[in-house]
């Protein structure tokens, strides 16, 4: 997160959102420790 820019963190859904007008799409989801995430996507 880009906190002295304007950054700011993003849900899974407006990865999804954003994945998805770019033509992918997401096929997996895992939470990581430190509230990081995995998304595994697929090109459509």
Do not use: K, Q, W
């Not at 989801?29 to 996507?41: E, G, I, K, V, Y």
């Amino acid at each position: 997160m880009l906190c002295n820019v304007g950054g700011r963190e993003r849900t899974i859904s407006h990865y999804r959102e954003l994945l998805a007008e770019a033509g992918f799409t997401v096929t997996a989801h895992h939470d990581l420790p430190l509230d990081f995430s995995l998304l595994t996507c697929e090109l459509r």
